[in-house]
Nanobody
Framework: VQLQASGGGVVQAGGSLRLSCAAS????????MGWFRQAPGKEREFVAR????????YYADSVKGRFTISRDNAKNTVDLQMNSLKPEDTAVYYC????????????WGQGTQVTVSS
């Protein structure tokens, strides 16, 4: 499994960014795809996840109502639309994948930096 994250950048507070994770290496029907982030000096934290089959989603309280996770079956990508960005959203964002029956994420992409200026 290979995951390639892209779309990070620098944006002002209140702005938007869209991250994309290109997934390859197998069929992801039985997978859950997630986005995580890690800010400087902090532990990595969960942001959002989506079940590839059916599209059910779940969000961290800190991003609920501002971020939207989606997947494109044809392109094999998982996107994270981030609106109303805040300086505290600044972090390296990672996409990850796991079989939906397991507890931990088995596959991780490289991170993409998101910086929100005040």
């Amino acid at each position: 499994v290979q995951l390639q994250a892209s779309g990070g950048g620098v944006v002002q507070a209140g702005g938007s960014l869209r991250l994309s994770c290109a997934a390859s290496g197998r069929t992801f029907t039985n997978y859950v795809m997630g986005w995580f982030r890690q800010a400087p000096g902090k532990e990595r934290e969960f942001v959002a996840r989506i079940r590839w089959s059916g599209g059910s989603t779940y969000y961290a309280d800190s991003v609920k109502g501002r971020f939207t996770i989606s997947r494109d079956n044809a392109k094999n990508t998982v996107d994270l639309q981030m609106n109303s960005l805040k300086p505290e959203d600044t972090a390296v964002y990672y996409c990850a994948a796991k079989v939906f029956t397991t507890s931990g994420y088995d596959y991780w992409g490289q991170g993409t930096q998101v910086t929100v200026s005040s």
